[in-house]
């Protein structure tokens, strides 16, 4: 059983940047894609990025590409979101997860963290 946490999240202005950190225990991420995801209030959970196991491939939803960028250190059992050029569209709740393959729907999500808030005042 994995469990993931995420950490990273705040207050920041629109323009600014944070990086989001998830971290691992209870298992090797090496085995797992892993994918974050946001909610905002009243929304349903939408795709952000996700990452093969390797770190090679990745994939972003349109919104985001460009601005953020999703990446892993297996050795250190740790998952990452760098978000630049952050938007009031951006607030919501950012979870990450892990899946057997790299995937955009959250319906192959097999583990969840408790998710990290991230608010950009305009």
């Known amino acids: 059983q994995v469990q993931l946490v995420e950490s990273g999240g705040g207050l920041v202005q629109a323009g600014g940047s944070l990086r989001l950190s998830c971290a691992a225990s209870g298992g090797t991420i090496s085995d797992y894609a892993m994918g974050w995801f946001r909610q905002a209030p009243g929304e349903e959970r939408e795709f952000v990025a996700a990452i093969d196991w390797s770190g090679r491939g990745a994939e972003y939803a349109g919104a985001v590409k460009g601005r953020f960028t999703i990446s892993r250190d297996n050795a250190a059992n740790t998952v990452f979101l760098q978000i630049n050029n952050l938007k009031p569209e951006d607030t919501a709740v950012y979870y990450c997860?892990?899946?057997?393959?790299?995937?955009?729907?959250?319906?192959?999500?097999?583990?969840w963290g408790q998710g990290t808030q991230v608010t950009v005042s305009s």
């Open positions: 997860a892990a899946s057997t393959f790299i995937a955009t729907s959250p319906l192959f999500y097999n583990y």
